[in-house]
């Protein structure tokens, strides 16, 4: 379908709310509450309740005066759906986790499923023991959900998820779930969205340094789903996040492939998408040297 090219978030719309307490979204009627009736907080009213239990594609940018502007889905915030409430009580589930852990933290780790399998620092699960290994006695919540895009982070990030919350450090990677999407959002889009996460991250907690972790390939060389990717990232770059001198953005596509591209089989589970315990590994040792900087350790 054809985009409508005026309502493309530009640059500037990205950015504009670094360091602000709160951000105006860059889509009118989701400011002026036409969309959620309930914008920020938690626990949800009833009436919010109600809306966001309706199908992901029912909530949509434009679906409230029946347009179509797939280019905004990744930079407005939509709470995401599985059907019936599970999405709903796994985010109600990590509300209550951190507020559990109000105040200071070490780490706040943000994304979908390659995130959530890290698990609890306290987790003793295969996945955890890289992170037990590389950063462990730092006090991290992880607030991960499988299959989370963009917009849902977002979501998650105005509705309690993160309230009470200080970390040092946030680590980031979100986009993976945005590029079942891109055939209507473009990989622009799905970029903007990872960025407006950093923005309200940013907001939020403007004393931490953010850790901005690209998407990792999958699959392999010719899969659209592989090149949209690569293609989002590069579309990272413009943006310029780490023109903030509290915010790095760390591309590990090099470990993650061989020299001809292909994905490097043993860091990954037999989909080709989730992460192996060596995976973990090798995350962990990249992700590490940042976080002590940041902690100076």
């Given amino acids: 379908m054809r985009m409508h090219r005026p309502l493309l978030v530009s640059l500037t719309s990205i950015l504009v709310g670094l360091g602000a307490s709160a951000i105006e979204y860059p889509y009118p009627p989701y400011n002026e509450g036409k969309m959620d009736p309930q914008k920020t907080g ?4 009833g009436e919010q309740k109600a809306y966001v239990l309706k199908p992901e594609f029912e909530r949509r940018p434009g679906r409230e005066s029946n347009k179509h502007h797939p ?9 995401g759906f599985w059907g019936g409430t599970s999405w709903l009580d796994t ?14 933290i070490d780490i706040l780790l943000v994304g979908d499923s ?8 306290l987790d003793k699960g295969e996945f955890n023991e890289p992170w037990r290994k590389a950063f462990g006695g730092l006090k991290a919540v992880n607030i991960g959900i ?6 849902n982070v977002l979501w998650r990030l105005d509705h309690g998820g993160v309230a009470g919350l200080d970390p040092k450090v946030v680590v980031v990677m979100i986009g993976n779930n945005n590029m079942f999407f891109t055939p209507e959002t473009g990989v622009e889009a799905a970029a903007k969205g990872a960025a407006m996460v950093v923005t309200n991250l940013r907001g939020k907690f403007p004393k931490a340094d953010i850790i901005v972790a690209k998407i990792l390939p999958c699959h392999a060389p010719g899969n659209k789903f592989h090149d949209d990717i690569i293609r989002t990232n590069a579309a990272l ?14 591309d590990m596509t090099k470990d993650f492939v061989n020299t001809d591209g292909t994905l490097r089989k043993a860091l990954y589970a037999p989909d080709n998408i989730h992460l192996s315990v060596e995976g973990y590994r090798v995350y962990a040792g990249r992700l590490k040297p940042l976080v002590d900087k940041a902690l100076g350790r």
Avoid: C, Y
């Fill in 42 to 45: 938690w626990p949800l009213t």
């Fill in 71 to 79: 280019e905004l889905w990744p930079v407005v915030p939509s709470a």
């Fill in 146 to 151: 499988g299959g989370d895009k963009a917009q």
């Fill in 91 to 104: 985010h109600a589930k990590l509300v209550r986790h951190a507020e559990a852990n109000k105040g200071p």
């Fill in 237 to 250: 770059d413009p943006l310029k996040l780490d023109n903030d001198p509290k915010v790095s953005v760390l």
């Fill in 114 to 121: 390659i995130t959530q399998q890290w698990g609890s620092p």
